[in-house]
């Protein structure tokens, strides 16, 4: 049992909790994840480790509610227990000196690169970090991003706060000046998308993380194959973090909407499946 120390709501429906787990917060590293059960018949899902306190044991999680598991543990307070956590899971990012990096990070991808700013700025990079959601209220992390860079820019779809538009509208606009020596993008499959093309033309190096659909987290499934150089990765294992201009995003899309409609059932208490929940 892994009991949660902290909840702090962060935006409507997205809340980060600081769980107490002395083994993981011993091994992560930036791009790790944890595999999450919360009983003994429930499904598992993904969650990034968005940090950890070595010293205090504890790692941090943020959620979204967006199937039937997230919104349960949303549900969970301070002092709840989490069953199961299986982790640290995947292959962290190559951490040394590049030089410039810019890391974006869109929506519930920003706690995704809060770990990788931190410890690449800790390796001595220049770490400039845009982080853009739809709206203000949307915007998470701000402070802890601000702190993990060395700038931040703030992006939002209505213009509610920073820049009006997207993360990439700002990449393009820093690239015109300088040359990064490294991207980092993570977020929904389109951002990462746009953000390769950019990159791309420029001849600058991209890590993108894939969410794709997981069940085990360490191999076994293959529900989380995606195609990267055209052969087919687990992102459980060999990811989630990829050289973005290998990856094929159509595929990725279409294997993502795979289970909506069986998610959309399960929320409303009418799941179908054969797994006893
Ligand atoms: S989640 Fe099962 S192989 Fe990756």
């Not at 050289?243 to 009418?270: I, K, M, P, T, W």
Request: proline content about 4%; some cysteine; aromatic content about 6%.
């Amino acid at each position: 049992m892994y009991t949660i120390l902290k909840k702090r709501n962060l935006a409507p429906e997205i809340n980060a909790f600081i769980v107490n787990a002395p083994l993981i917060a011993e091994r992560a590293q930036a791009g790790h994840f944890v595999m999450l059960r919360l009983t003994e018949q429930g499904e598992r899902i993904p969650l990034t480790i968005a940090d950890w306190d070595r010293q205090a044991g504890t790692i941090m999680l943020v959620c979204q509610t967006f199937g039937k598991t997230s919104g349960i543990l949303n549900s969970l307070e301070a002092g709840d227990e989490i069953l199961d956590l299986l982790g640290p899971l995947g292959t962290p990012i190559e951490v040394k000196k590049y030089g410039t990096v810019v890391l974006l990070g869109g929506g519930v991808g920003i706690p995704a690169i809060l770990s990788k700013a931190k410890e690449l700025k800790a390796a001595g990079n220049n770490v400039i970090s845009i982080i853009g959601a739809r709206c203000k209220e949307l915007l998470i992390l701000k402070e802890e991003m601000e702190e993990a860079s060395h700038k931040l820019y703030l992006t939002t779809d209505d213009g509610s706060s920073g820049h009006k538009g997207f993360v990439t509208d700002v990449l393009a606009e820093l690239m015109a000046e300088d040359r990064p020596d490294l991207v980092i993008s993570v977020g929904p499959v389109p951002m990462m998308k746009a953000t390769v093309s950019l990159t791309k033309a420029r001849v600058v190096p991209c890590i993108v993380s894939l969410n794709p659909i997981m069940v085990d987290g360490t191999g076994m499934c293959g529900s989380c194959r995606v195609t990267v150089d055209g052969q087919t990765k687990f992102a459980c294992v060999d990811g989630p973090s990829f050289f973005g201009e290998a990856v094929d995003f159509d595929e990725l899309s279409s294997r993502q909407n795979f289970y909506r409609q069986e998610e959309a059932l399960a929320r409303e208490g009418e799941h179908k499946c054969q797994c006893g929940r």
